[in-house]
């Protein structure tokens, strides 16, 4: 694992990165989460806010989806007592100043409007109490996963505009850059059914994958394929933000 807390050492990669474990491993090291508050943009299905929800049952939590439809359903599936489902997106956080603890933001930023991430990371630090922390990850643009999902996919402007507006927002003293930590997350697929349902049919974007770039990635999963499927990693960063003590 990777640390820095001065701007001039925030990088976008790095080459070299050997520690492989579950995401949850690095939030737990790096945040304190027992009674605190809680905000995921951008939460998806909500994986790491509801094992968050459970194994830190004194904090409190608030899981925000812009998707209307991953919205409904996390809304109408079983939450713990804690957590709570919300409609908005970074960019308009209907919530009081100074209000929120800890900040998420897993594989979610570079979804945001690069119009617009200056913005969303300003409502972040508005909503953070001083001392508070805005966790964000981002996938790393390298590596065999990434060369499949490129194929149909391609986020390397996305990723990098991200990265900027990060890099943009310490700049201008919002909020201060803690740590930054790489590290590869494991990804595991039974088949390429398994591949496709997670990746060609999501409900945030429309996809539109042709039958030539399905072709060529099937032919990419089909290389890696082992006895049971294809077992992969991804190579993910972290940068640990916190909000300014006044």
Known sequence: MTSSATLSHMRLEQPEVTRTCVESDIYETLLGLNGATVLELG???????RRIAF???????????VDRIQHAA??????????RFAEFGAGSIPLPDGSVDVVLMFKSLHHVP???????????????????HAYISEPIFAGAHNEMIR?????????QAAFNALRHCVERGLLELESE???????????????????????????????????????????HRGTEGVD???????????????
């Open 74 to 83: 996390n809304v109408a599936a079983l939450a713990p007592p804690n957590m």
């Open 232 to 246: 992969l990693t991804q190579k993910m960063r972290v940068d640990l933000l916190r909000k300014p003590q006044i």
């Open 114 to 132: 690069a119009a617009t991430l200056d913005d969303a990371l300003s409502e972040i630090a508005r909503v953070l109490r001083p001392g508070g």
């Open 181 to 223: 930590v790489f590290f590869l997350v494991p990804v595991k697929y039974r088949d390429f059914a398994e591949f496709s349902a997670r990746h060609f049919d999501v409900t945030h974007s429309v996809r539109r994958v042709t039958d030539l770039q399905r072709e060529v990635v099937e032919k990419l999963f089909n290389s």
């Open 43 to 49: 939460c998806g299905k909500a994986d790491h806010t």
């Open 55 to 65: 194994a830190h049952p004194t904090a409190t939590i608030i899981a925000s989806e």
């Open 151 to 159: 194929v149909f996919n391609d986020e390397q402007v996305v990723r």
